[in-house]
């Protein structure tokens, strides 16, 4: 919580930077909308720390966080402003541009994740994952609608990441099942098709998949492919892969 809150003040102040140094303005504006954009920022850092959550000490995620937001905010004011590139999800931003960074942030820390991961969970461990996988299929919706232009827009974000994300938690159950039927692999030890493992990854993938088309009219049926989709491929990646 205490990175939480850190990040999301230096988000704020390096996206008033970034006009400073490249518009010649001379002040920081603080409204909603940078607010908002900060905190998106402070999302886009968690998910490349996520790649070194229990690898690495606070310290170290500390200067990660700190080395990332400036890359972040530049990214977004160069793609916004200077190429006029739109992302009404922010996926690109977000998510993209954190994973990737965090992916090779965990590469540069030449870190064996295998010494640090357990063949078996905590029962706690799993509850907490329920809680978040149940807090993300709530917010992820608004989240994506968040920086639309006009309520309209807003209200088909949400209905087309929601239609996205449901169709994916379907499509990913009802994917892990029959491939155990067929080829007898599974997904954990007992063969138990649980929530957390099951439904987390392609709740994921649906609503980012959507995420940058959210706003457009691409119809529920249009919605739901990209869900099932984009699903199945993260689906099929987590088993053979």
């Known amino acids: 919580m205490i990175l939480c809150c850190i990040f999301a003040q230096w988000a704020l102040l390096w996206r008033g930077f970034m006009p400073m140094i490249f518009m010649g ?54 793609n916004e402003e200077l190429l006029l590139i739109t992302d009404p999800g ?6 993209a541009f954190g ?25 706690t461990e799993g509850n907490l994952k329920l809680i978040g996988f149940c807090i993300l299929f709530l917010c992820f919706p608004t989240m994506n609608g968040i920086s639309s232009e006009s309520d309209a827009e807003m209200i088909r974000s949400i209905v087309n990441t929601l239609l996205a994300g449901m169709a994916g938690i379907v499509t990913s159950i009802a994917f892990k099942i029959a491939a155990e039927q067929c080829d007898g692999r599974r997904f954990n030890d007992d063969g138990v098709v649980t929530v957390t493992r099951s439904t987390s990854v392609s709740l994921v993938s649906g609503v980012v998949s959507i995420g940058s088309v959210s706003t457009l009219m691409i119809q529920p049926y249009g919605a739901i492919i990209i869900g099932m989709v984009s699903s199945l491929f993260a689906s099929m990646s987590q088993l053979y892969l």
Do not use: M
């Not at 409204?31 to 968690?46: I, P, W, Y």
């Not at 922010?90 to 998510?95: D, E, G, N, P």
């Open 99 to 123: 994973a990737f960074h965090g992916f090779g942030a965990h590469i540069a820390s030449f870190v064996n994740t295998r010494d640090h991961l357990e063949l078996v969970e905590p029962p």
């Open 90 to 95: 922010s996926i690109v931003y977000v998510h």
């Open 25 to 78: 303005k001379d002040n920081i504006t603080i409204g909603l909308h940078d607010l908002t954009e900060a905190l998106l920022g402070t999302l886009s850092c968690f998910v490349s720390l996520s790649f070194l959550l229990g690898l690495v000490s606070p310290v170290i995620l500390l200067i990660h966080g700190i080395l990332f937001l400036p890359l972040y905010c530049l990214n977004k004011f160069v």
